[in-house]
């Protein structure tokens, strides 16, 4: 306050020196904060646009193919000789969608009962402990999940579980892309699902409880029942990052271009389709339009899954 | 006043770590007679509550001594189920929760639970139930509705209604009115006052003015102890403890 009046009782136009330097350095700072401001908008921006940008590329890509065959041929036709300009996703489409739901009976109830026992049963400490065991599972590079089935469970599934069931298989199939991929998804569905009960009010519980429920009766009934939106978001969530899934599950599936008719028989999951053969032969403009096509159908369904279960997920955190 | 004691508590004492919540509790609270738990925002009243259904066993964290006896029982080293014991008390929480169903199921759960599922019976208690917690009228039209569509009071209504369903001996209330309007307040008072005819109730609150209206008797605590105990006459006419005196004539808020 003092240094204030201070200033003011000087005369005007008087200090024009410091003035300026004062006004200049205002100025600077003001640019820098609305140069920063405006990058900032500018990376959100381009967050926010690069999924449209991703889709609306894909479709242009995917056009020439588009014009020359119809979509739902191209979707529900097993016909593919790219050499001969049969594209028929069918294959691709029904052995991913196996692989996925698969993976997820898999993965789904291990996940349940693992969260309900950390977040209900278990003590403070293990929770503590096992939190940064499954973060570090979620970080492990894909690629090493496909040599860890390729060493063990592609042998197991020949050796073992087929022989077990009366089948012959080589192990490379539908099952062993199933495992691979469920314990690929198991960390990140459990870690939203622990969250998910995390958020569940205690005195929920408790009321439950007050009304003389067991501990059991109460997950049961009224836990789970609460959760229900959350966890089966969780599971959506799961399910678009096993349906995109790539490297590992390309590794232990066995690609070949038939419909797999069983679990211990080889599929060929969209996702592999692209990466076997993207760059291989682009000479034959139909067939990288083709590809495009199928990492489109790709996008949309995995962003569909995403979308749909995150709108799930706020409305479970709205109602609280 | 010693003779009907429903609920008798000693040297109850309950700590989380080194840090102590409640110290050195001994009470009594008579039979069918609404007892008010007095006492500024934090000063253990809520956890006082909860250890008198074990539901502090929710909370491996809190380390609970002495006894609480309910008809001759010690409860906190009782042999008894501990289902059954918490179903001699009905809970009704600072919100209302209700459970993620639909109306009926809500009274009818406490029923189901402990093994009675038979479609007439549970009909005739839920609507016994919603008429003694006065929403029947407002409710049994939709009673297939969810909870969570009710209104805050009639919420906190159908939790009373849930919590009679299972025709427990006491009420504990956790400061059932604070999160509700005037009219459902005063519509919770009455129907206690109703109640005690057949309950014993517990209730905790720092609305003194509620407290005045409705209590029976009135225990006062202060940072985990009680600092004084008596009739609702005793206390608010001629309170004994200086502390007891700052806080009626509302030095504490």
């Known amino acids: 306050m003092l240094t204030l009046q201070k200033r003011k009782s000087k005369p005007k136009y008087k200090n024009f020196q410091s003035r300026d330097v004062v006004r200049f350095f205002k100025v600077k700072r003001h640019l820098r904060s609305k140069l920063h401001t405006t990058w900032m908008v500018i990376g959100l921006i381009v967050v926010i646009l690069l999924p449209f940008i991703l889709g609306v590329g894909l479709y242009i890509k995917s056009l020439l193919l588009l014009e020359d065959q119809s979509l739902f041929n191209l979707l529900f036709s097993s016909d593919w000789r790219p050499l001969a300009g049969k594209f028929g996703f069918l294959t691709f489409i029904i052995s991913s969608v196996w692989v996925t739901i ?31 065991v499954i973060d570090i599972l979620a970080g492990i590079p894909s690629v090493i999940f496909g040599v860890w089935g390729i060493l063990i469970i592609v042998p197991f599934i020949s050796d073992y579980i087929a022989p077990f069931l009366g089948k012959q298989s080589s192990g490379y199939s539908i099952l062993a892309g199933s495992i691979v991929l469920a314990v690929m998804i198991i960390p990140f569905i459990l870690n939203i699902l622990i969250e998910v009960f995390r958020t569940l009010p205690d005195e929920l519980k408790e009321s439950s409880l007050s009304l003389g429920a067991t501990k059991w009766q109460t997950i049961k009934f009224v836990l789970v029942k609460k959760a229900f939106p959350g966890i089966i978001s969780a599971f959506g969530l799961g399910v678009s990052r096993a349906f995109g899934e790539t490297i590992a599950v390309l590794m232990v599936v066995g690609n070949v271009t038939t419909i797999p008719k069983g679990l211990f028989q080889p599929g060929y999951p969209l996702p592999a389709l692209i990466a076997n053969n993207y760059g291989e032969m682009l000479s034959i403009p139909l067939y990288d339009s083709a590809l495009m096509l199928a990492a489109l159908v790709l996008f949309v369904v995995v962003m569909l899954f995403n979308l749909g279960s995150r709108i799930a997920i706020s409305r479970l955190e709205e109602k609280g | 006043m010693e003779e009907n004691a429903k609920i008798r508590v000693n040297d109850l004492n309950l700590s989380i770590g080194k840090q102590k919540i409640l110290k050195n509790i001994n009470l009594e609270i008579p039979e069918r007679k609404i007892t008010i738990i007095l006492g500024p925002s934090g000063c253990g009243k809520t956890t006082f509550l909860k250890t008198l259904n074990r ?11 002495g006894s609480i006896t309910i008809d001759n029982d010690d409860i906190l080293h009782t042999h008894k189920d501990i289902t059954l014991l918490r179903q001699k008390m009905g809970l009704l929480s600072q919100r209302p929760y209700p459970l993620p169903m639909n109306i009926y199921n809500n009274v009818a759960y406490g029923l189901r639970i402990s093994g009675r599922k038979k479609r007439r019976f549970l009909d005739k208690r839920v609507e016994h139930y919603l008429k003694q917690a006065n929403l029947w009228d407002e409710v049994k039209d939709r009673l297939k509705d969810p909870a969570s569509a009710l209104s805050i009071g009639q919420q906190q209504r159908l939790c009373l209604a849930r919590g009679l369903a299972v025709d427990p001996d006491i009420i504990l209330a956790d400061e059932p009115t604070s999160a509700l309007d005037p009219i459902s307040s005063e519509a919770i008072e009455k129907k206690f006052v109703e109640l005690k005819q057949q309950y014993t109730i517990v209730m905790v609150t720092h609305v003194l003015r509620q407290a005045r209206r409705i209590a029976d008797y009135v225990v006062f605590m202060y940072l985990g102890e009680v600092i004084e105990q008596g009739t609702a006459e005793e206390i608010f ?17």
Do not use: S
Request: aromatic share 8%; glycine share 4%; with cysteine.
């Open chain 2, 55 to 65: 539901l502090t066993d929710l909370y491996p964290e809190m380390h609970v001594t």
């Open chain 1, 102 to 132: 698969i993976a997820l009976l898999i993965a789904g109830p291990i996940c349940l009962l693992t969260a309900i026992h950390l977040t209900q049963y278990a003590k403070n400490w293990v929770l503590k402990v096992v939190h940064p």
């Open chain 2, 237 to 253: 006419q001629n309170p004994q403890q200086e502390i007891t005196k700052q806080y009626l004539k509302g030095a504490f808020n």
